[in-house]
DNA sequence: CATTTATTGCGAATAAGTTGCAATAATACA
DNA sequence: TGTATTATTGCAACTTATTCGCAATAAATG
């Protein structure tokens, strides 16, 4: 099962890439330029995923959103971090936060999805 | 809008209260003895949502799940706890654990969605 | 250039959750 | 205790996110 460059991918990673916050789908299919099917574009998250080029996070609404960020090249330093999702622009985006918790013994921790919800700091400015 | 007392409501509540692990819908529904449709089960879990007698939970799977735990009689201490949920038996729990974060300047947090995922205690131990 | 097979698009399927509406039943009050 | 008010329920239909089967396309390899 070897991967296969194609314009899809490179489309999307590029967009991911370029992105400071986290995409759903919906929002990736949106940016492009290129018309991508919806489950293509999927499958492509999915593989990047995979290949752990990309994370997924599981907002409050159910819905998946795909990030690249800076600290995913350092896994060994900040494995798991905070998202927030800005209910007032609606955005998900990585927090410089790491995630730090103490399981109760025999609990073996395999991933983390620790979203925080709220209002972004653009946003808070936004009113005054 | 006033609340009123029906058997349904109960049934769910007495569900809930008895149960140590976070119940989706799904669950729910299987669990009552009474049949009570899905509609109904969501309306009346959002309805606890709303008057704070239960938290909601929304796992990596996109799924909403539901508890009512001992940590939210006393919101002030822990407000925001971590939840745990078990690829092995497939359920999910709250953990006494707290979650600590310091978001940047600006940022407003109104709610936390917390989740890790692995294998519990329970099931680690069943390997050996 | 030909072969292999990963990738894509399409349509349909699945699953979670919500909504409109009419029927039912819990509460308040005469 | 009977009646009016309206919260709650069941049903069916709808929405939205995500996946899947399948045939067609197009990377990679040699």
């Known amino acids: 099962m070897n ?3 194609t314009p899809t991918k490179e489309a999307v990673l590029n967009l ?3 992105s400071k916050k986290a995409l759903s789908q ?5 940016q492009l330029d ?4 919806r489950a293509t574009i999927y499958r492509v998250l999915n593989r990047f995923c995979e290949d752990d080029m990309v994370h997924r996070i599981v907002a409050e609404d ?3 959103y795909f990030a690249i ?6 896994p060994e330093d900040v494995q798991y971090h905070f998202h927030f999702r800005c209910l007032s622009c609606d955005t998900i985006e990585c927090l ?3 995630v730090n918790y103490a399981v109760p013994n025999g609990y073996q921790v395999q991933s983390a999805n620790c979203v ?4 972004c700091s653009d946003c808070s400015q936004a009113v005054g």
């Open 3 to 5: 991967r296969r460059n």
């Open 16 to 18: 991911l890439s370029n």
């Open 26 to 30: 919906d929002a990736i299919e949106k």
């Open 34 to 37: 290129i018309k991508i099917n």
């Open 62 to 64: 159910g819905k998946q």
């Open 69 to 74: 960020c800076k600290k995913c090249e350092k």
């Open 96 to 98: 410089q936060v790491p």
């Open 116 to 119: 925080l919800t709220g209002t």
